[in-house]
């Protein structure tokens, strides 16, 4: 499978973004997909899971309650809605796919990855 996120920007402090990874392959539906990021300086860190069905979801500690992670399988898309974000936010990130299907919160899970979208919170 083929990844490519998009939907990065620059935005204000406590404003939204909707990023959106689009799948190629009809097998979408039996990957659990992940979003991560990776700020400037720092290692790759897991922001949000869903499993094949939706079904299950996982968060970062750091982003419960203002990021929501959902996909939709007729298109072959996982979005990451966030909300009132912040500036510790900015980073490039990368949407990845999971052949176990599950919600994984560990990067060597995932066998395919996306080459990212950027996001930049100004404070």
């Known amino acids: 499978v083929q990844l490519q996120a998009s939907g990065g920007g620059l935005v204000q402090a406590g404003g939204s973004l909707r990023l959106s990874c689009a799948a190629s392959?009809?097998?979408?539906?039996?990957?659990?997909m992940g979003w991560f990021r990776q700020a400037p300086g720092k290692e790759r860190e897991f922001v949000a899971a869903?499993?094949?069905?939706?079904?299950?979801?996982n968060y970062a500690d750091s982003v419960k309650g203002r990021f929501t992670i959902s996909r939709d399988n007729a298109k072959n898309t996982v979005y990451l809605q966030m909300n009132k974000l912040k500036a510790e936010d900015t980073a490039v990130y990368y949407c990845?796919?999971?052949?176990?299907?599950?919600?994984?919160?560990?990067?060597?899970?995932?066998?395919?990855w996306g080459q990212g979208t950027r996001v930049t919170v100004s404070s």
């Open positions: 990845a796919a999971d052949l176990g299907e599950r919600a994984s919160t560990y990067y060597w899970d995932y066998e395919h």
């Open positions: 869903i499993n094949w069905s939706g079904g299950s979801t």
């Open positions: 392959g009809r097998t979408f539906s039996r990957y659990g």
